[in-house]
């Protein structure tokens, strides 16, 4: 099983009005996550402590839609995942505990620990983790990269083709301009790569 713990970076700072929305909006990606790749969550996505995110998942799916969903919001973040076995208590996320959490928080503590080192992703594998897991983290990791290097146009417009599957006049007509422009933005970007090895990643 692979943990995620996701913090979002900087968000102890904002007042207390921006808080709630923050925390309105991370609540609502979590809910899009589970209901759109229930079938790969083993418990249900879980908010904690306001500004950290708690996934357990099988699958690099999930975890890739939110990094691309909270790119999208312009929201700077660090992930640690593990791999492991896992303790569930009860249906939420952060109700569960092992060792794919423990590892996960180790990676994402490695991370913080960092001073001159600029990285936002780290991973911890348990002993016996399967080949599955292995690559399904590190393609999460990967597809994670990718995304970072894209304007916060070309990951809504990415969004769309990747995760919607919207053609070119559906796009320009959800993001309000001309197909010529939807063209040109994409054309910019890895996003047709993308999806093709995300299509070869499914089967």
Known sequence: MIAAIIDI???????????????????????????????????????????????????????????HRILMEDLAFRVGLGTGEVIIHKENADECDGPAFWNAREALDEIKHMKYMNRSAGFNFDKDTSNNEKNAVVNSILLLTTLHGLSTTQLKQCFYYIWEKKSISEIAQAVKTSKGNVSKTLSKTPCYLLGKVMTFLNH
Not at 13 to 40: P, S, W
């Open 9 to 67: 970076v900087a968000s102890r700072d904002i007042n207390a009005h921006e808080r709630r929305r923050l925390d309105t909006k991370i609540r609502d990606l979590l809910v899009q996550t589970h209901r759109r790749f229930n079938e790969y969550c083993a418990a249900i996505p879980a908010l904690t402590q306001g500004d950290s995110m708690e996934l357990l998942v099988s699958s690099w799916q999930p975890l890739v839609f939110l990094f």
